[in-house]
């Protein structure tokens, strides 16, 4: 990513995820001020909704300072890239902010790509769990097992069994003299 963020000309990453502990305080005041603004969106999003994701994310137990300032600041931009060393947490940061976008600002639909399917299924996987409606796009083998139900094609296939049985309970309700339009 940063051999990338270069050849792009870009000046410095997205998001910096790690934050000297010495200007936690001053960085919890820039990220406020940030926060004042209204992030970019297509459609306008109305500030009371803003404020309270703001407010998910603050009051967040499971994120850092450091996290927390880096989906605040997410929130800013049009394109987000999270970078930095194994373990700091950027898989749960991307789950965390997806979360944010699409069950506080509403925001769908919303895309997570990866040049990995582990990467991939690691997204679908804590996005699952955070109670997000994930649908897994890409080559079914590729896919860990735990993770089928959210695959694009047994979602597929779900909502067609979903179908047929709602087709029999109404045949069946028919047939007693009741009926019922759906």
Known sequence: AEKMRQQMGMPGPAVKLEIDHRKDELEKQRVKSLAVSKPYTKDPIDNKKFREAME????????????????????????????GPPGTGKTHVS??????????????????????????????????????????????????????????????????????????????KEDSGIRIVV
């Open 56 to 83: 998910f994310i603050e009051s967040a137990k499971d994120l850092n300072i450091s996290q927390k300032n880096a989906i605040k600041a997410a929130a800013q931009r049009k394109l987000c890239l999270f970078q």
């Open 95 to 172: 789950c965390r902010t997806l979360q944010m976008w699409s069950q506080k600002l509403g925001l769908k639909p919303l895309l997570a790509t990866s040049d990995s399917n582990v990467a991939v299924d690691n997204i679908a996987e804590g996005l699952a769990k955070l109670g997000v409606n994930v649908v897994r796009v890409g080559r079914p083998e590729k896919v860990r097992e735990f993770l089928n139900q959210t695959t694009l094609e047994n979602k597929l296939i779900k909502m067609r069994e979903d179908k047929m049985k709602k087709k029999k309970e109404n045949d069946s």
